[in-house]
């Protein structure tokens, strides 16, 4: 679609783009606004009683091409490189997930676990564009974050946000789940691992189409990284170390078996607002013998 034979004017633009959205996108109107933000620099407040103003010429013509972009199917936070996580505004890659609102379920259960004072090792395994550790290194100054992930690519992202945020309490390394902790023990460890069934049909749909496969894909069923990580993550925790695991919401009944087959105490779930357990927590078994 060509906008160039409407007035240009940041009101007509909004609703001509939020109708053309309307076909490929749930959030038309949003997303109209967004990348309105994005291509002129007005931020909400200003975009709001903007209505009348003109568009500058580049302006219009990078809004066509984000638009474009958005037609194609492209995610939102991937065009604008930004999403909002834990009241942060953290940079994203198509290297990396796209921060969701339920994992910040799991940021906030790991905080009423974390004393505020405490100065805990944590690991954040497969981080990402690191909302996690990003969020609990913001959170507990004094803990100190291990945020790893298999991708480089992920890791730069992820170094973007902790320099964007001037957090000096996140390290990064670099392999694959357990690789780069060596011989660390941990007061905690958190992860968002793929969860996925590698069958499931809404991988076909919509924003995830354009996330990386290996951030979201866990096998038949989905359940091969937390079987992984269930399997090992008492060798590199404490005693009375925790493990806190976001999950698929039809998921639970089968973490918790997985977790207790291999020795895990005091499982716990955690729903989200719609009433599905989405977040796992566990404790070592070592700890059984005190209890
Ligand atoms: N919540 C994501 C989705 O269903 C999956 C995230 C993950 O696998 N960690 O699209």
Not at 106 to 113: D, H, I, S
Not at 164 to 188: C, H, T, Y
Request: proline share 5%.
């Amino acid at each position: 679609m060509t906008l160039s034979s409407l007035p240009i004017t940041v009101g007509s633009l909004l609703q001509k783009i939020s109708h053309t959205l309307k076909s490929t996108s749930p959030t038309p109107q949003l997303d109209a606004e967004v990348l309105m933000m994005h291509a002129t620099g007005l931020d909400r407040s200003a975009l709001m009683t903007s209505g009348n103003a003109a568009l500058a010429n580049g302006q219009e013509l990078l809004l066509e091409k984000l638009l474009a972009r958005r037609l194609h199917g492209e995610p939102i936070a991937y065009i604008t490189g930004v999403r909002e996580f834990w009241s942060m505004e953290l940079n994203v890659t198509p290297a990396t997930l796209i921060p969701r609102p339920e994992t910040e379920l799991l940021v906030e259960k790991a905080l009423t676990r974390i004393p505020k004072d405490a100065t805990w090792k944590i690991a954040d395994l497969g981080t990402g564009a690191g909302a996690i550790a990003l969020a609990l290194a913001k959170e507990r100054p004094h803990c100190h974050l291990i945020a790893t992930d298999i991708s480089s690519a992920a890791l730069e992202t992820a170094q973007t946000n902790i320099k964007k945020l001037r957090l000096k309490n996140i390290e990064l390394r670099q392999g694959s789940w357990f690789v780069p902790l060596a011989d660390e023990k941990l007061d905690m460890i958190v992860s968002n691992p793929p969860y996925v069934n590698r069958d499931d049909p809404h991988l076909e749909q919509g924003d995830v189409r354009f996330e990386p496969q290996q951030a979201l894909i866990a096998g038949l069923g989905g359940f091969d990284a937390v079987r992984h990580i269930s399997m090992h993550a008492q060798e590199y925790l404490k005693d009375m170390g925790k493990l806190l695991l976001e999950h698929g919401w039809d998921q639970a009944v089968k973490i918790h078996g997985i977790l207790h087959h291999d020795n895990w105490r005091m499982i716990t779930h955690y729903p989200d607002f719609a009433g599905h357990n989405r977040v796992i927590e566990a404790v070592t078994s070592k700890s059984a013998a005190l209890i």
